[in-house]
């Protein structure tokens, strides 16, 4: 703790701050009429320091999207240093340029200054998702040019009003403007609360004692940090989540990752800043898994030192989920890497989910358009078997029920079930995927379908199964296509679609696995006879009734007894194309 600090007022002033970030992104959900906002989630409220760093960030807010406001906020201070002009006390600035930090099209960054004396004490930054301002496809194609605003850092009016010169020029570029300017006016209204409450603490603790406070927030975390580096013995660590290679090792006091890409990868998938943003993602996963505190707190644009292979912006930025993607799979390595050594702080890569968006005309001539995600499983780590069908911290979504996809377009839901077989084989098994049948029920329609691909385990775990799209039509009979891969589509009344979303990847050997949580998988369905046999060596009688499961432990013992005592690791993985 920094000297002269009273535990007693960075307690208070830490207790208000999380509160007001807290209230900051509720305010905005329950206020917002986007999906993206007040569904999935997308959405992040924060405290940043006077260069940007992130202070503390609300316990509702997307993970991501607070380290990319850090990210857009560093960008706006050098570029209002570099043009010598100085903040104004509430100044309301906005940005959705990837250029300028942010993550992308949709994205909007609200900022305001704290001002005490000419000298900026702090920022309030609100993110939201606005799918309006991108006209967003699911497309992960670095070359596909996307429609919409962009917009850099500029000052847009004060923290209570934008003018309104900017909000006409969003409203006439939207499908739907009255949603759109309401949602950011709930974004205002979010930012303000959280303004009030930093101005007051200014007022009454002073900008040097908050200045303590806050350094003495970070220091914290760098200590947590500092006590994980330190079990990194042995030199650098090393992680390898397709298409990312990652390094890390300690300087003095904080890490330093260097990232790199597979031979014959394109090193354009990230941006810079949300490269970085991905890498101080995943630190914030780690250390927030022994202290659990530390999973609101800023701190890590000093703590960890991001070297990347890339320093200038894409010609075309990749747009769509394609940064999601990107952004996850690098975060993955970065845990791959801490796993080998410190298992107990990783986990096997989760899957990112299946994601559809349906547009069509009903047959009365009306349109409509209907974004779908299947969630996937989890990956497994050495607590325990991973989810069933979830999201991982990196995309923002909320799966949605059964109700709601038919209400929403023209479709029945045939089939929604778990899939068996999908999860990651392994001593913790990852969590297993979905199976969703939809029937086109009137009118024509046009479906995007980006399927993602395989997870793979760690320390002896095997990758899931991956991700599958079946169409079926009279016209064409059966399609097929495996993922990963981007698909699409035109529909008629009575195609029907079969989305298949993977499993998370295992952890460990699966022969390691204990035959009762075998036995107990097969009497749930969660696995066949066949996967049980051939990933964890537990076989099953023939010729049983049906639902029959008697095992034959005879060749059970001898299966298994062999493979853990001539197998490695190493020759489990290899041998994994074999198993498929």
């Known amino acids: ?40 989630g997308a959405s992040a409220a924060g405290y940043y320091g006077p260069t940007g760093s992130l202070i503390l960030g609300g316990r509702e807010g997307h993970p991501l ?39 992308g099209i949709e994205e909007l960054i609200l900022a305001v200054p704290v001002i005490r004396d000419g000298q ?61 300017l309401e949602d950011i006016q709930t974004q205002v209204h979010s930012l303000r609360m959280g303004e009030a409450i930093v101005q007051r603490l200014v007022d009454t603790q002073g900008p040097a004692d908050l200045a303590q406070v806050w350094d003495a927030l970070g220091a914290g975390c760098r200590r947590g940090l500092r006590g994980i580096l330190g079990k990194l013995e042995g030199g650098p660590v090393e992680g390898r989540i397709s298409p990312f290679t990652v390094e890390i090792r300690t300087e003095e006091d904080r890490a330093v990752v260097a990232v790199g890409t597979e031979a014959g990868a394109s090193e354009r998938q990230l941006t810079p800043a949300l490269a970085r943003a991905a890498v101080r993602l995943a630190f ?7 202290v659990r505190a530390t999973s609101v707190l800023g701190g890590w644009a000093d703590a960890v030192r991001v070297e990347l292979p890339w320093d200038r912006m894409p010609v075309n ?149 991956g991700a599958r799209l079946v169409l079926l039509t009279r016209e064409e009979g059966l399609q097929e296509w495996a993922g990963p891969g981007r698909v699409t589509r035109r529909l008629r009344p009575g195609h029907r679609l079969t989305l298949e979303s993977p499993g998370g990847g295992g952890w460990a050997l699966p022969f390691q696995r204990s035959i009762m949580r075998v036995e107990e998988d097969l009497r749930r369905g969660l696995i066949t006879r066949d996967h049980s046999r051939s990933r964890y060596g537990v076989v099953l009688k023939p010729g049983g009734q049906e639902g029959d499961l008697e095992k034959d432990d005879h060749l059970t013992y001898r299966v298994r007894h062999y493979l853990l005592s001539t197998l490695a690791a190493e020759d489990i993985i290899a041998g994994e194309a074999l198993l498929d």
């Open 1 to 40: 703790m920094s000297d002269g600090v009273s535990p007693g007022l960075l307690l208070e002033v830490r207790a208000q701050m999380e509160e007001a970030a807290w209230a900051m992104d509720v305010t905005l959900r329950q206020g917002a009429s986007s999906a993206a906002i007040a569904r999935h």
């Open 65 to 103: 999207l607070l380290e990319i406001a850090s990210e857009a906020l560093s960008c706006l201070v050098r570029q209002q240093a570099a043009a010598g002009r100085s903040f104004e006390p509430k100044a309301l600035y906005w940005t959705n340029d990837a250029r300028c930090g942010a993550a």
């Open 120 to 180: 900026a004490i702090c920022f309030v930054a609100v993110t939201a998702t606005h799918p309006a301002l991108g006209r967003g496809t699911l497309a992960p194609a670095e070359s596909l040019r996307q429609e919409g605003l962009v917009l850099p850092w500029t000052r847009v009016g004060d923290s209570g009003r934008i003018q309104g010169e900017f909000l006409n020029l969003l409203a006439a570029n939207a499908e739907e403007p009255a949603g759109l």
């Open 284 to 290: 914030r996963e780690v250390l927030a898994a022994e």
């Open 317 to 465: 930025l990749p747009v769509g989920v394609a940064r999601y993607v990107g952004a996850q799979a690098l975060a993955d390595a970065v845990l791959a890497a801490f796993a080998e050594r410190v298992p107990h702080l990783a986990h096997a890569p989760d899957t990112g989910p299946v994601l559809v968006d349906l547009r069509g005309e009903r047959a009365d001539g009306s349109r409509y358009r209907m974004r779908l995600e299947l969630g996937g499983g989890s990956g497994a780590s050495v607590y325990g078997d991973g989810m069933t069908h979830t999201a991982p911290a990196v995309h923002p979504l909320c799966l949605r029920s059964v109700e709601s996809v038919e209400r929403a377009a023209p479709v029945r839901v045939l089939r929604w079930q778990m899939r068996p077989d999908s999860a990651g084989p392994g001593q913790y098994r990852g969590g297993l995927g979905a199976a969703m049948e939809l029937e086109l029920l009137e009118g024509r329609a046009e479906v995007d379908i980006l399927l993602p691909g395989r997870p793979p385990g760690l320390r002896g775990g095997m990758r899931a199964t």
